[in-house]
């Protein structure tokens, strides 16, 4: 099993307790982006960059993931697909995106585009929280800790 990340917005803070975690238990974690991103020297960790566009490093991502596997992404798209893989996805804030959530999640992320398009201003996520750190890690050990009874 396999951690991947949805590198290109992950917060560092975030790719921190990635990359800890991966340290700690052996599990192998691949960062995608579409640039450059410096990783520890661990021989479980690892840096992928794809070329630049849009939804390329989400594409590559979906090529490689596996039943079992966890992906770390923001992009509800990319959730959904992943899904269907067979695999977990879990937001750098912690919430895990799941078969019964994934289409009202899918649906509201639609209707705020259409907002947003139609010219209304509805900002951006607001800054991550201690809690949204927490959460984050507690899920992520949940999902090791499942891996590691299954492997």
């Given at each position: 099993?396999?951690?991947?990340?949805?590198?290109?917005?992950?917060?560092?803070?975030?790719?921190?307790?990635?990359?800890?975690?991966?340290?700690r238990?052996?599990?192998?974690?691949?960062?995608?982006?579409?640039h450059?991103?410096?990783?520890?020297?661990?021989p479980?960790?690892?840096s992928?960059q794809?070329?630049?566009?849009?939804?390329v490093?989400?594409?590559?991502?979906?090529?490689?993931?596996?039943?079992g596997?966890?992906?770390?992404?923001?992009?509800?798209p990319?959730a959904s697909?992943?899904?269907?893989?067979?695999a977990?996805?879990?937001t750098?804030?912690?919430?895990?995106?799941?078969?019964?959530?994934?289409r009202?999640?899918?649906?509201?992320?639609?209707?705020?585009?259409?907002?947003?398009?139609?010219?209304?201003q509805?900002?951006?996520?607001?800054?991550l929280?201690?809690?949204?750190?927490?959460?984050f890690?507690?899920?992520?050990?949940?999902?090791?800790?499942?891996?590691?009874?299954?492997?």
């Amino acid at each position: 099993m396999q951690i991947w990340v949805d590198a290109d917005a992950c917060p560092v803070v975030i790719r921190e307790i990635l990359f800890r975690a991966a340290r700690r238990t052996g599990t192998s974690l691949t960062l995608v982006a579409n640039h450059y991103l410096p990783v520890p020297p661990d021989p479980n960790i690892h840096s992928l960059q794809v070329g630049a566009g849009f939804d390329v490093a989400d594409h590559e991502i979906v090529r490689r993931v596996a039943a079992g596997d966890l992906v770390i992404t923001s992009d509800i798209p990319l959730a959904s697909e992943v899904l269907e893989k067979q695999a977990a996805a879990l937001t750098p804030r912690g919430e895990r995106f799941t078969q019964e959530n994934i289409r009202a999640r899918l649906n509201m992320r639609d209707f705020m585009e259409t907002l947003r398009a139609s010219g209304v201003q509805s900002g951006g996520p607001a800054a991550l929280s201690q809690a949204d750190r927490q959460q984050f890690a507690n899920q992520l050990d949940r999902w090791l800790a499942r891996a590691a009874r299954q492997g």
